[in-house]
């Protein structure tokens, strides 16, 4: 299955690397398909929203690529995607799981 939407109302992102292009091995920005848009990512962690008894849970480290420009977004702040989906792909005895979205933009 291929971009499949995500729900991450119960999270909280924070950025942990802050966005850049994203580029391929050679140094190309890589661009939407079948357009000439160039393509951005940024890494957030993303942690659980505390239950009502007060777990947390574990958090985990998404690079997630947008096809829209983040704008201004520093490290450290706290954002929201719109458009969130996630893949799964395989290569050469690989796998893991492609994280995209719309945009992002700072909440709060």
Do not use: C
């Not at 993303?46 to 239950?51: C, I, M, N």
């Amino acid at each position: 299955m291929r971009n499949i939407p995500v729900n991450l109302g119960g999270f909280k992102l924070r950025v942990v690397e802050e966005p850049a292009l994203k580029v391929d091995q050679e140094g190309r920005v890589q661009t939407a398909y079948g357009t000439d848009d160039p393509l951005y990512t940024v890494a957030v962690f993303a942690k659980p929203v505390a239950t009502e008894d007060g777990y947390r849970g574990r958090g985990e480290e998404l690079k997630i690529t947008l096809s829209a420009n983040p704008g201004e977004v520093a490290e450290g702040d706290l954002v929201e995607l719109s458009g969130a989906t996630v893949s799964h792909w395989e290569r050469d005895g690989r796998s893991g799981l492609s994280w995209k979205a719309a945009s992002l933009k700072p909440v709060g």
